[in-house]
């Protein structure tokens, strides 16, 4: 890199930084229908009242503090400790009064009352240290390590340690470096380093529940485990390793940031199975097994092909791929679900089903149970989580940058979506129109009739589907208020006016509503259940600077 300067230059400086503050967040939800005017289903047409008021707070504290010395020309040091410290609580209180007399609307008036309470408490105290060096200024290094320890953890679990190594070379800095005129920035960089995922809450305690027992001819009331507990229960791993490339060509008008990745995480935390002969209430309990690994890509590209007074065109290229497998489930089998398993070799909680065949034999345009068949193998279907997500973002600045147009895309693909609503409505309801309708197309009358098959023989596969799409997701407006206006007033220097559309369009295969509307709930799973989409919104902002 170059040679070392005996220079004695000493310079040095601390700064110390301290934060503390409460986050505060207070929730009532009230459910309410008046007797005679719910729906008739179940009890509710006697009519309910019920309350759910939830409180949330998180108080939290840091301190770190900045030690910078640069002993020599060739070499700066910045040491930074700290410690934080997070405390969470979190409670809800519930009430509830189940057939109401007619004209009542409180829950006191209910006939069958009915009350719940529920407390969560989460802490996390962490120290950590990090030493950087720079040489020349052109070669960073940087170790850190943290220590966390959490109330999640397993009683016999004490402190979780988390070191990190990296570094950053501008190689556009050395002296033979033969594209200057060409090339304004060429950084290199590598990081290894790990971080931790905790257990849930409470996955780590035992619970107990009331029973009752016959002892001397007569029921006496006693304790049961509710739940087991782990008293080993550790945080999952994350250790990754990235390199990647940053690069500024022609004046900076072309760039571009490059890293690829490989994430492995150790001890993930899976419900393992429990044998009935336990006698818990629970049929599972959380327990380090699992190993997983995500590899991938990450990009962002920009470039400026016009840059005049007049006209700017500006393009940003901004995208990912991950591709995600299970390597290790411990000592346990596979986890199969009705739609989801975990598979050594496969994506994490990746869709399963039994595929079908079918044939409109009698040539009626109605598919019947007879004209569908189910294959007797399971087979893997996809994804739940996209391996490819790109957006693309176009702007144009016109008339000296006092006007400016931008538009936002975004795209997903490589993974599926369960379509719940259409299969909900296949199933039950009997409205969905693959199940009524003659015109509906074959291969959606088909998951259909799949799904109605009797007993083990049903399939959801014709519900899994491709969630890809393209989705205008954004255009704007920005309009630069010119200073002769804005000074006309006493308090204002800068103003400027923005108007936005968002959702404005979806250009997709998927037949549901939208696919954006499938969310993460149990196993995170992707589906679309009588959610709503994206809302199409327009906005008009004005910023102004005093």
């Not at 007569?218 to 990754?240: C, H, K, M, S, Y």
């Not at 490989?262 to 818990?280: F, K």
């Not at 629970?282 to 990450?298: K, V």
Request: hydrophobic share 35%; with cysteine.
């Amino acid at each position: 890199i170059g040679g070392i300067s005996p220079t004695w230059t000493p310079r040095s400086w601390v700064q110390v930084r301290a934060n503390a503050g409460l986050d505060y967040a207070a929730q009532t939800d009230d459910n309410y229908c008046l007797r005679d005017e719910c729906p008739n289903f179940g009890q509710n047409r006697l009519g309910f009242r019920g309350q759910t008021r939830t409180r949330l707070f998180q108080y939290t504290g840091d301190i770190l503090a900045n030690f910078s010395f640069r002993p020599f020309s060739w070499l700066s040091t910045r040491t930074t400790p700290g410690y934080q410290y997070i405390y969470r609580y979190d409670d809800a209180v519930s009430a509830s009064g189940a057939q109401l007399p007619p004209g009542a609307r409180t829950i006191s008036d209910g006939a069958v009352p009915g009350a719940g309470q529920g407390t969560t408490v989460a802490k996390t105290a962490g120290l950590f240290i990090e030493q950087n060096l720079q040489f020349f200024d052109k070669l960073d290094v940087v170790a850190s390590v943290r220590a966390d320890e959490n109330s999640a953890f397993g009683q016999n679990f004490g402190v979780a340690y988390y070191p990190r190594l990296g570094f950053s070379y501008q190689m556009h800095q050395e002296g033979w470096f033969p594209f200057k005129d060409k090339i304004n920035v060429l950084r290199l960089r590598s990081t290894w380093g790990q971080n931790g995922l905790r257990p849930g809450t409470t996955a780590a305690l035992q619970f107990f529940a009331g029973n009752a027992y016959r002892a001397n001819a007569a029921d006496v009331p006693g304790l049961i485990f509710q739940t087991l507990g782990n008293v080993d229960l550790r945080p999952a791993t994350l250790t990754e390793l990235e390199g990647g490339l940053d690069i500024e060509l022609f004046e900076s008008r072309f760039t571009a940031s490059l890293t690829a990745y490989q994430r492995q995480t150790d001890d993930e935390i899976i419900n393992q199975v429990l044998a009935p002969s336990i006698g818990t209430g629970a049929t599972t309990r959380a327990a380090n097994l699992g190993r997983t690994q995500n590899r991938g890509f990450e990009y962002i590209l920009t470039a400026r092909p016009l840059q005049a007074n007049a006209l700017g065109w500006d393009v940003t290229l901004n995208g990912s791929f991950n591709r995600n497998r299970v390597l290790s489930l411990g000592n346990i089998p596979p986890t199969i679900g009705q739609t989801q398993r975990r598979v050594v070799g496969y994506p994490d909680n990746g869709f399963w089903q039994r595929p079908y065949t079918f044939a409109d034999a009698n040539g009626n345009g109605m598919l019947e149970l007879s004209e569908v068949t189910i294959l007797p193998d399971v087979q893997f279907v996809g994804p739940r989580l996209p391996e490819h997500e790109i957006s693309l973002i176009n702007g144009v600045d016109l008339f000296r940058n006092q006007l400016r147009l931008s538009a936002l895309t975004d795209y997903k693909g490589g993974y599926f979506i369960l379509n719940t609503t259409e299969r909900f409505r296949c199933g039950t309801r009997n409205n969905a129109q693959e199940r009524i309708d003659p015109s509906a197309p074959l291969e959606r009358q088909a998951r259909c009739v799949a799904f109605l098959q009797p007993g083990v023989n049903s399939s959801q596969f014709g519900y899994m589907e491709d969630g890809s799409y393209i989705r205008l997701r954004e255009i704007a407006a920005t309009w630069r208020i010119p200073e002769t206006l804005v000074r006309r007033t006493r308090y204002l220097r800068s103003g400027t006016l923005t108007l936005a559309g968002r959702n404005l369009a979806v250009w997709t295969d998927y037949t549901g509503v939208d696919p954006e509307t499938a969310g993460g709930g149990l196993g995170e799973t992707q589906d679309e259940f009588q959610i709503t989409p994206p809302l199409r919104t327009w906005t008009l902002r004005f910023n102004f600077g005093f």
